[in-house]
């Protein structure tokens, strides 16, 4: 069983930038592809990104890329989630997840309970 929990998010206005932390327990996430997803109100839920279990592989969506980074550290058993240019339509719960496919099919197994992330015009 792995535990995953979120932090990092808050309040930021547009332009700016947060980190989130997906930190895993109960067991190691060193073999899991790990990535997010976010919900905004009203809204279903999303894919963001997701990497491989060695971080050699990366996947993005479209909406996301060039302003978002994932990154992972095994030793820490932790992924993060790295926001630079946020907008407003990037507010939302960001939820980490993870499970044993490979990032492009990345659809979660184990789940974080989320973070809010809201972005201020």
């Known amino acids: 069983q792995v535990q995953l929990v979120e932090s990092g998010g808050g309040l930021v206005q547009a332009g700016g930038s947060l980190r989130l932390s997906c930190a895993a327990s109960?067991?190691?996430?060193?073999?899991?592809?790990v990535g997010w997803f976010r919900q905004a109100p009203g809204k279903e839920r999303e894919f963001v990104a997701a990497?491989?279990?060695?971080?050699?592989?990366?996947y993005y969506a479209d909406s996301v890329k060039g302003r978002f980074t994932i990154s992972r550290d095994n030793t820490k058993n932790t992924v993060y989630l790295q926001m630079n240019s946020l907008k407003p339509e990037d507010t939302a719960v960001y939820y980490c997840?993870?499970?044993?496919?490979?990032?492009?099919?990345?659809?979660?197994?184990?789940w974080g309970q989320g973070t809010q992330v809201t972005v201020s015009s």
């Open positions: 997840a993870a499970d044993l496919r490979t990032p492009v099919n990345f659809r979660g197994f184990y």
């Open positions: 109960g067991r190691t996430i060193s073999t899991y592809t």
């Open positions: 990497i491989n279990w060695s971080g050699t592989n990366t």
